[in-house]
């Protein structure tokens, strides 16, 4: 099992910036993928971005440009900073992670104001 604890997300003005951090622990291993996704209420999840172990990113299209992933493997930890927000950013962001099974973060929400 892995257990993911996310941290970072609030309320900020459009144009202004996040972090969001993803903690894992448990059996981390083996973990390959991690990243954020996003789901409004009633809505089909959506990928934000994802990264690798070996550092391989991939984004949303609208997103690019705008947030930026990363992974500290030694701190089991990946990173979602986030600039230039809009107001169709707010919603929930979820921590996921991969190994041989998909694993969820509890959410963690975020807000801009226009």
């Known amino acids: 099992q892995v257990q993911l604890v996310e941290s970072g997300g609030g309320l900020v003005q459009a144009g202004g910036s996040l972090r969001l951090s993803c903690a894992a622990s448990?059996?981390?291993?083996?973990?390959?993928?991690m990243g954020w996704y996003r789901q409004d209420p009633g809505k089909q999840r959506e990928l934000v971005a994802v990264?690798?172990?070996?550092?391989?990113?991939d984004y949303a299209d609208s997103v690019k440009g705008r947030f930026t992933i990363s992974r500290d493997n030694t701190k089991n930890t990946v990173y979602l900073q986030m600039n230039s927000l809009k107001p169709e950013d707010t919603t929930v962001y979820r921590c996921?992670?991969?190994?041989?099974?998909?694993?969820w973060g509890q959410g963690t929400q975020v807000t801009v104001s226009s």
């Open positions: 996921t992670a991969v190994d041989h099974f998909r694993y």
């Open positions: 448990g059996r981390i291993f083996s973990i390959n993928e």
């Open positions: 990264i690798s172990s070996g550092g391989t990113t």
